[in-house]
């Protein structure tokens, strides 16, 4: 082709392109409102009257991709699709797109909608590690973040965004929401307060109404997305889920109203928001509400000591679904995260209703019986043996509230979940309750740990990679009343104790941690009455280890350091509450109101909310074999025993 051919054919194209974006603009200009304009008088108090008028598929998406490529036999993609037209301007959502190279629109594999929480990423790992189970995955980036390889848009480049400085080197493209802010972490507009429904100038509606929420607005780009995936050649439409951690979680069970939801898995969120000051808030946006028309298969990943999705709603939310097809999974301990065994289940809930290649043994049956013949309530646990059970366990809290509320949050975070090992007879395992008290209700369950046939990998709730060989199904959580133990003639039995911990067979049943692979833990111990020091106690503990180390006794917010001989010695290590320090190095007063105790080889220490200094690491990283410990307890100051002195945090 001659050079005249060329700059012809060059031409001939760029007024294409010219073309086709002005068609575009004019089509997006002449395009009508998503959401019917309210009516003068017309308010918006219930569901129906939420979702009114809004069609998730009506409108053309307008997919544009803005990066492309693939990584272990998986297509991975950076795309925009309109949200919708809102006050005359059109939204776009941006997300990380990726599903199986070998998927085809004769292979179609199953479509999953992922969820960020407040603060979160859209991230690719969750793409690329569900494409390697034969799942097509979008993780939609409602709040403007994103991470990918090459591509990661970060609060400050959203900002970059908003503000269109196109001559920035790291400007990016990213979630636009018009005229709107369903922003989060930040918002947009200074003073936007993310779930109101009150009018603003950059909501949808001049008077208080679900529709100005930045919750409705992500629960409209999640199901968005839904059409999104059904459009794709490669995905089959009819098996579609959708899961979310966190703000994640409420969006999740928002979206689940969807028809087109075939399965539903929320984390840490979507049962507790019940509380708002606003009518109109609780009448349309409150959990219960959409919770009441999710008929789809649902898993609920809900931590015993999570803030946001509070296990003490748990009952209350199943109560209000309409199906019947419903698994909890309740880590004791945890709050706002959990461990490889608790967030597969979302993974195998997917395997079951959207592709049935996995069964999810029944909800663990359980029986509280409170006229025992010692005065000790029991619980009788009879799980679904069609799978290998690994391990049975009650655990259960005097620590709970029967009108558990928001403001209760430190008490939800750090309440301490007893352990109670369960005993097997026939089809079905007994554990003892014994309590300190009875003049306060008593909350209890069971856990259920299964067998995989082979193990599981699947990003986590912030995307960390995790491989599961075991699964855990919880029972609905039981409340007891003080009125109901009185009366059933429950007899306090737990005495007082010194020794906090021995470290004997399932000690770390009473502990926890996020990082199994570690042998750092941490528990709410203290937390519990029955093990209050008085005020001229040391705590003590002996330790041993391979190498010379430093052990980090971590209550709260201060750490004791120590150093560690080593050799394999068992040695005293002995500490007044002066030898812990907080990051400005001042010690402890006292023992009061201590709610977590954590033995680490290393811990952060952050200055007070507000202060912008930088946190710091006191310890470093352990060498040689794990520590081993013992006799964790508290002991009087004036004893004569050999001590291990605290290395003073500086």
Same mark, same amino acid.
């Given at each position: 082709?001659?050079?005249?051919?060329?700059?012809?054919?060059?031409?001939?194209?760029?007024?294409?392109?010219?073309?086709?974006?002005?068609?575009?603009?004019?089509?997006?200009?002449?395009?009508?409102?998503?959401?019917?304009?309210?009516?003068?008088?017309?308010?918006?108090?219930?569901?129906?009257?939420?979702?009114a008028g809004f069609d998730p598929r009506a409108e053309s998406l307008q997919v544009e991709t803005v990066r492309e490529w693939e990584e272990d036999e998986v297509v991975l993609r950076i795309v925009r699709f309109q949200i919708g037209v809102f006050k005359g301007k059109t939204a776009k959502l941006a997300a990380v797109y990726g599903f199986p190279k070998q998927a085809s629109a004769d292979a179609k594999v199953p479509g999953l909608v992922q969820i960020?929480?407040?603060?979160?990423?859209?991230?690719?790992?969750?793409?690329?590690?569900?494409?390697?189970?034969?799942?097509?995955?979008?993780?939609?980036?409602?709040?403007?973040?994103?991470?990918?390889?090459?591509?990661? %848009?970060?609060?400050?480049?959203?900002?970059?965004?908003?503000?269109?400085?196109?001559?920035?080197? @790291?400007?990016?493209?990213?979630?636009?929401?018009?005229?709107? @802010?369903?922003?989060?972490?930040?918002?947009?507009?200074?003073?936007?307060?993310?779930?109101?429904?009150?009018?603003?100038?950059?909501?949808?509606?001049?008077?208080?109404?679900?529709?100005?929420?930045?919750?409705?607005?992500?629960?409209?780009?999640?199901?968005?997305?839904?059409?999104?995936?059904?459009?794709?050649?490669?995905?089959?439409?009819?098996?579609?889920?959708?899961?979310?951690?966190?703000?994640?979680?409420?969006?999740?069970?928002?979206?689940?109203?969807?028809?087109?939801?075939?399965?539903?898995?929320?984390?840490?969120?979507?049962?507790?928001?019940?509380?708002?000051?606003?009518?109109?808030?609780?009448?349309?946006?409150?959990?219960?509400?959409?919770?009441?028309? %999710?008929?789809?298969?649902?898993?609920?990943?809900?931590?015993?000591?999570?803030?946001?999705?509070?296990?003490?709603?748990?009952?209350?939310?199943?109560?209000?679904?309409?199906?019947?097809?419903?698994?909890?999974?309740?880590?004791?301990?945890?709050?706002?995260?959990?461990?490889?065994?608790?967030?597969?289940? $979302?993974?195998?809930?997917?395997?079951?209703?959207?592709?049935?290649?996995?069964?999810?043994?029944?909800?663990?049956?359980?029986?509280?019986?409170?006229?025992?013949?010692?005065?000790?309530?029991?619980?009788?646990?009879?799980?679904?043996? $069609?799978?290998?059970?690994?391990?049975?366990?009650?655990?259960?809290?005097?620590?709970?509230?029967?009108?558990?509320?928001?403001?209760?949050?430190?008490?939800?975070?750090?309440?301490?979940?007893?352990?109670?090992?369960?005993?097997?007879?026939?089809?079905?395992?007994?554990?003892?309750?014994? %309590?300190?008290?009875?003049?306060?209700?008593?909350?209890?369950?069971?856990?259920?740990?299964?067998?995989?046939?082979?193990?599981?990998?699947?990003?986590?709730?912030?995307?960390?990679?995790?491989?599961?060989?075991?699964?855990?199904?919880?029972?609905?959580?039981?409340?007891?009343?003080?009125?109901?133990?009185?009366?059933?003639?429950?007899?306090?039995?737990?005495?007082?104790?010194?020794?906090?911990?021995?470290?004997?067979?399932?000690?770390?049943?009473?502990?926890?941690?996020?990082?199994?692979?570690?042998?750092?833990?941490?528990?709410h111990k203290l937390y519990n009455g029955i093990y209050q020091p008085s005020e001229s106690d040391q705590l003590s503990i002996q330790v041993r280890c391979q190498k010379p180390n430093e052990l980090i006794v971590m209550l709260d917010g201060f750490a004791a350091e120590v150093a560690l001989q080593g050799n394999n010695a068992w040695q005293i290590v002995r500490l007044s509450p002066q030898d812990f320090k907080d990051f400005d190095g001042n010690g402890?007063?006292?023992?009061?109101?201590?709610?977590?105790?954590?033995?680490?080889?290393?811990?952060?220490?952050?200055?007070?909310?507000?202060?912008?200094?930088?946190?710091?690491?006191?310890?470093?990283?352990?060498?040689?074999?794990?520590?081993?410990?013992?006799?964790?307890?508290?002991?009087?100051?004036?004893?004569? $025993?050999?001590?291990?002195?605290?290395?003073?945090?500086?």
């Amino acid at each position: 082709m001659n050079q005249s051919n060329m700059r012809v054919k060059t031409v001939v194209c760029l007024l294409a392109f010219c073309c086709q974006s002005l068609f575009a603009t004019l089509l997006i200009a002449q395009q009508s409102d998503t959401l019917p304009v309210l009516s003068p008088g017309q308010t918006i108090d219930d569901f129906q009257g939420m979702w009114a008028g809004f069609d998730p598929r009506a409108e053309s998406l307008q997919v544009e991709t803005v990066r492309e490529w693939e990584e272990d036999e998986v297509v991975l993609r950076i795309v925009r699709f309109q949200i919708g037209v809102f006050k005359g301007k059109t939204a776009k959502l941006a997300a990380v797109y990726g599903f199986p190279k070998q998927a085809s629109a004769d292979a179609k594999v199953p479509g999953l909608v992922q969820i960020h929480g407040g603060g979160q990423f859209a991230d690719y790992k969750a793409c690329l590690l569900n494409a390697k189970r034969g799942y097509a995955t979008v993780s939609i980036a409602w709040a403007g973040r994103i991470s990918a390889p090459g591509y990661r %848009v970060d609060s400050r480049i959203v900002k970059l965004f908003w503000d269109n400085k196109t001559d920035d080197p @790291d400007y990016k493209l990213t979630t636009d929401w018009g005229a709107v @802010d369903g922003y989060h972490a930040p918002s947009r507009n200074q003073g936007n307060v993310f779930p109101s429904a009150k009018s603003a100038a950059w909501t949808i509606d001049d008077i208080e109404s679900p529709r100005n929420s930045g919750w409705y607005l992500g629960a409209i780009a999640a199901r968005r997305a839904l059409t999104f995936l059904e459009r794709q050649p490669e995905v089959d439409a009819e098996r579609l889920g959708v899961y979310g951690h966190s703000m994640g979680g409420k969006l999740t069970v928002m979206a689940s109203v969807d028809a087109r939801v075939k399965a539903a898995a929320p984390s840490c969120g979507g049962i507790s928001d019940r509380d708002n000051d606003s009518p109109v808030f609780r009448a349309t946006l409150g959990d219960d509400v959409s919770l009441r028309h %999710v008929d789809c298969p649902i898993i609920f990943l809900s931590p015993a000591n999570d803030f946001h999705g509070r296990i003490n709603d748990l009952p209350k939310a199943i109560d209000e679904l309409p199906t019947s097809q419903w698994r909890l999974t309740c880590a004791p301990h945890h709050n706002h995260q959990d461990v490889a065994q608790y967030e597969v289940a $979302t993974l195998l809930w997917f395997d079951q209703h959207l592709k049935g290649s996995f069964r999810c043994p029944a909800t663990p049956d359980t029986s509280l019986d409170l006229k025992t013949t010692d005065g000790v309530a029991q619980l009788s646990i009879r799980p679904d043996d $069609t799978r290998t059970i690994l391990s049975v366990d009650a655990f259960y809290t005097p620590h709970g509230k029967s009108d558990d509320e928001p403001e209760d949050f430190e008490n939800t975070k750090h309440r301490f979940w007893h352990h109670a090992p369960a005993s097997q007879s026939g089809d079905h395992w007994t554990a003892k309750l014994p %309590v300190a008290k009875v003049d306060q209700p008593l909350w209890v369950y069971a856990n259920v740990r299964y067998a995989l046939d082979q193990p599981v990998n699947g990003a986590g709730y912030y995307y960390r990679e995790y491989s599961a060989d075991s699964f855990n199904l919880s029972s609905l959580l039981k409340m007891v009343s003080a009125d109901d133990l009185q009366s059933s003639s429950v007899r306090p039995t737990l005495q007082p104790a010194r020794t906090i911990e021995d470290f004997g067979d399932d000690w770390d049943k009473e502990w926890f941690t996020y990082r199994s692979e570690k042998w750092a833990r941490s528990t709410h111990k203290l937390y519990n009455g029955i093990y209050q020091p008085s005020e001229s106690d040391q705590l003590s503990i002996q330790v041993r280890c391979q190498k010379p180390n430093e052990l980090i006794v971590m209550l709260d917010g201060f750490a004791a350091e120590v150093a560690l001989q080593g050799n394999n010695a068992w040695q005293i290590v002995r500490l007044s509450p002066q030898d812990f320090k907080d990051f400005d190095g001042n010690g402890r007063q006292n023992w009061n109101g201590i709610k977590r105790l954590t033995l680490s080889d290393s811990e952060r220490l952050k200055p007070e909310r507000g202060d912008s200094r930088p946190s710091r690491i006191v310890g470093e990283p352990w060498e040689g074999e794990d520590a081993e410990f013992r006799n964790l307890c508290w002991t009087d100051a004036s004893a004569e $025993t050999k001590t291990l002195p605290a290395k003073h945090a500086q």
